[in-house]
């Protein structure tokens, strides 16, 4: 997917805001998305991330609540989170099949802004010790997103989603999704590491990826929010063009911040914003609304699969 250049953009850099709007809050188009927590090294890692999220205004999810759900004594190393950005937007984070009750529990341990249920069946039929049964899931869903005090995102975990699967969930009730394409981390390959055969190498690289995702459920009326192998700024303008709210980030600022320290990884974040901020002043977008009418062409497998869901790819560069 590349982008139709604009020799005569016609507008200022001053003049572009990347800005987005979630939750009736104003914020920067990329996100922190669910990594960590449940030790005491994680701990330090939330802080930090949490810290990095402060200072520049990100959103962050948090890793999966589910741990200290069961483990009270593991609370701190989420809670550190809201400690550390007390005014920031976060994201409290359950795996799906889990109940009111423990929705309810999880944001009210973080005092969370919004919750993330993820979707992670793929993963949990290769651990070994994973749930074998997932019926109910959509039904748990539909509960904690009638009856939750904040609003709710269903997560992908890396597997994408199809208009098939967000169709289900909107009949849930459900209001925002994160579609969590493949190409970043696979749960597949290390799961299957786990096991002593590795037997299930055929499966690695399973599911939508996130350009997939966002093309199959384009024009449905819901909010989507895009991760999955981002990894750098032009894979946010991208993203951002095929109508996603906002862009979640993982493991590429997790590898910086274990590499090189929180400080980096709040320069790599202002410099992925402004580099945003240019590419969507090359295309002469002012503001996202703008960007999601910016031409551009689709080929490759791309457009393969494009063409047998029967999605048409012409309006996109004209």
């Known amino acids: 997917m590349r982008f139709i250049h604009r020799s005569l953009p016609e507008i200022t850099v001053s003049e572009t805001t990347i800005e987005t709007s979630l939750f009736q809050r104003k914020m920067p188009p990329i996100y922190l998305n669910a990594m960590t927590g449940g030790s005491e090294k994680t701990k330090k890692i939330n802080q930090q991330l949490a810290s990095a999220a402060k200072r520049t205004g990100l959103m962050m999810a948090t890793g999966s609540v589910s741990a200290a759900l069961k483990d009270p004594t593991l609370a ?20 799906a099949g889990k109940t009111l009750g423990d929705a309810q529990q999880a944001v009210e341990l973080l005092a969370a802004d919004a919750l993330q249920i993820h979707l992670n069946a793929p993963q949990e039929l290769v651990m ?38 967000v169709t289900q969930l909107m009949s849930a009730g459900v209001t925002f999704v994160d579609l969590g394409g493949s190409g970043g981390t696979d749960f597949i390959q290390i799961e299957n590491a786990r096991r002593p055969q590795r037997e299930l190498t055929d499966l690695l690289g399973w599911g939508l990826s996130t350009t997939e995702s966002l ?14 192998g981002v990894r750098q700024p032009l894979d946010v303008v991208k993203a951002l063009a095929l109508g996603a709210s ?20 709040v320069l790599m974040i202002q410099q992925w914003l402004q ?15 703008q960007l999601q009418k910016a031409k551009l062409v689709i080929s490759g497998n791309t457009k393969d699969f494009c ?10 560069a004209r």
Do not use: C, Y
């Open 76 to 95: 701190d190393t989420f809670t550190i989170v809201r400690e550390t950005n007390p005014t920031g937007v976060v994201l409290a984070n359950i795996g």
């Open 128 to 165: 070994p010790e994973g749930d074998r049964d997932f019926r109910g899931w959509l039904a748990e869903i539909a509960a904690i997103t009638a009856k939750l005090s904040v609003p709710v995102i269903v997560k992908e975990v890396g597997f994408g989603m199809s208009r098939e699967t």
């Open 215 to 228: 093309l199959d459920t384009a024009g449905l009326p819901i909010t989507r929010l895009a991760s999955g």
């Open 246 to 265: 906002a862009v979640g980030v993982a493991a590429t600022f997790l590898q910086e911040l274990l590499s090189h320290g929180e400080d980096a990884l």
């Open 275 to 289: 580099e945003i901020q240019l590419i969507m002043t090359m295309l002469g977008a002012k503001d996202l609304q």
């Open 307 to 316: 063409d047998a869901r029967e999605i048409s790819i012409q309006p996109w």
